[in-house]
């Protein structure tokens, strides 16, 4: 009986460790590495600007539906709508070149504030956030389009995108107003 129970627990012991020991001899991830499903020839800039570009893109198509949902005004639902179709066409067209997207999450920090908010608040903000996060996807999408370090596909990619974004942009512009921060000010109106 002993000697069954030393087999036993020699096995055991043989059979956690093995997994620890083949480990050691495994080469480690690189960090710069495609991500599962990625495309292989895609550079470590390419990369990167699917990364951002991704989050950008939930990040909009996310808002875009909280919009449609809390806007007060028809023309913000209208923009969100035509945003979402943008967006989604974006997301594909990304995948086309690029591969499945990266496993990146939509930016909490935009869309915590439009979460609380309906109405006329809602419409202010999400106009404000919008004007923010076009301006810096357009940045993203021209830098990227004529760097050399990325490869041709992304770069045609960044190029195609870029008159949407851009007409995003001034959209968001237009309803934010001429003074979008306006909305966001805590100082209280004097009265004399």
């Given at each position: 009986?002993?000697?069954?129970?030393?087999?036993?627990?020699?096995?055991?012991?043989?059979?956690?460790?093995?997994?620890?020991?083949?480990?050691?001899?495994?080469?480690?991830?690189?960090?710069?590495?495609?991500?599962?499903?990625?495309?292989?020839?895609?550079?470590?800039?390419?990369?990167?600007?699917?990364?951002?570009?991704?989050?950008?893109?939930?990040?909009?198509?996310?808002?875009?539906?909280?919009?449609?949902d809390?806007?007060?005004?028809?023309?913000?639902?209208?923009?969100?709508?035509?945003?979402?179709?943008?967006?989604?066409?974006?997301?594909?067209d990304m995948?086309?070149?690029?591969?499945?997207?990266?496993?990146?999450?939509?930016?909490?920090?935009?869309?915590?504030?439009?979460?609380?908010?309906?109405?006329?608040?809602?419409?202010?903000?999400?106009?404000?956030?919008?004007?923010?996060?076009?301006?810096?996807?357009?940045?993203?999408?021209?830098?990227?389009?004529?760097?050399?370090?990325?490869?041709?596909?992304?770069?045609?990619?960044?190029?195609?995108?870029?008159?949407?974004?851009?007409?995003h942009?001034?959209?968001?512009?237009?309803?934010?107003?001429?003074?979008?921060?306006?909305?966001?000010?805590?100082?209280?109106?004097?009265?004399?």
């Open positions: 009986m002993n000697a069954r129970v030393l087999t036993l627990a020699c096995a055991i012991a043989a059979a956690c460790t093995a997994p620890a020991v083949l480990a050691q001899d495994a080469p480690a991830a690189r960090a710069d590495a495609p991500a599962a499903g990625a495309r292989a020839d895609l550079t470590a800039a390419d990369r990167d600007f699917v990364m951002k570009a991704t989050r950008s893109n939930k990040t909009e198509i996310a808002a875009s539906e909280l919009a449609l809390s806007a007060q005004s028809d023309e913000v639902r209208q923009f969100a709508q035509k945003m979402l179709t943008d967006h989604r066409k974006l997301g594909e995948k086309k070149v690029a591969g499945p997207p990266p496993a990146v999450e939509a930016d909490t920090r935009v869309l915590a504030p439009l979460r609380e908010l309906e109405g006329d608040a809602f419409d202010t903000t999400f106009a404000d956030s919008m004007v923010e996060e076009h301006e810096k996807a357009v940045a993203l999408f021209q830098k990227t389009a004529g760097d050399d370090a990325h490869s041709q596909g992304i770069r045609d990619l960044a190029r195609k995108a870029l008159p949407t974004l851009q007409q942009e001034r959209h968001a512009k237009d309803l934010a107003g001429s003074e979008p921060s306006q909305a966001h000010r805590t100082e209280p109106t004097r009265t004399n």
